[in-house]
């Protein structure tokens, strides 16, 4: 059984171009969240997927989006890049989708310039 | 509102004490709390996840107890070594499903 990952690990971006990234579940997993962690502060809640669709969201603009494919992978769309975008995104997957345990890729540490 | 507080932000402690974290939240109406350990610039490694019917849950040296009524819930760490230096979070799942974070206690065990 392999657990969640992620890629890019590291990426670095100039203000206003566009960034995806990737996350593939654990096994047997059909809900995937994403959250961004800024440096020293707890992980805020971006979105979450379930059998493809978006069906829980936070305090995030709409240039912040994702798609969940039919393999419960997962992608997170950033566009129009802003300097404070410069975090670590975190995609996290469970069984259920209300009160399911989570379980963390690495992440992918992104800094715009 | 529902807020989840963990206090102290760091703690430093010899090898081999046994040790405590706090979380602490405002709603007693959850679902579950989870804790989770995050090593420097990595993601998040789940620890233990207490059910809102359970009192506590134990995986090797580590124990979380759950309070519900008084909106408390412990991390116990036994005989500490220094690889279980890292921050250390809990997140609670609310009445919404909503999962809500502490900042973490960034914890230190000195050899």
């Known amino acids: 059984e392999t657990g969640v990952t992620q890629s890019p690990t590291h990426l670095i971006k100039t203000r206003g171009q566009q960034v995806t990234l990737r996350c593939s579940s654990q096994?047997?997993?059909?809900?995937v969240s994403w959250y961004q962690q800024a440096l020293g502060q707890g992980p805020q809640f971006i979105f979450q997927?379930?059998?493809?669709?978006?069906?829980g969201r936070g305090n995030f603009p709409p240039r912040f989006s994702g798609l969940q494919f039919p393999n419960y992978s997962s992608e997170l769309n950033v566009n129009a890049l802003e300097l404070d975008d410069s975090a670590l995104y975190l995609c996290?997957?469970?069984?259920?989708?209300?009160?399911?345990?989570?379980?963390f890729g690495e992440g992918s540490r992104l800094t715009v310039l | 509102k529902q807020e989840v507080t963990q206090i102290p932000a760091a703690l430093s402690v010899p090898e081999g004490e046994n040790l405590v974290l706090n979380c602490s939240f405002t709603d007693s109406a959850i679902y579950n709390l989870q804790w989770f350990r995050q090593d420097p610039g990595k993601g998040l490694t789940s620890l233990l996840l207490?059910?809102?019917s359970q009192r506590e849950q134990t995986s090797g040296r580590l124990n979380a107890s759950l309070d519900k009524s008084s909106g408390r819930s412990t991390l116990y760490i036994a005989a500490s070594q220094p690889g279980d230096s890292a921050t250390y979070l809990c997140a609670v799942r609310d009445s919404n499903y909503q999962l809500i974070w502490g900042a973490g206690t960034k914890l230190i065990i000195k050899p």
């Open positions: 207490i059910q809102s």
């Open positions: 996290a997957s469970s069984l259920d989708q209300y009160t399911g345990e989570l379980f």
């Open positions: 997927y379930y059998r493809e669709e978006e069906n």
């Open positions: 096994s047997g997993h059909n809900t």
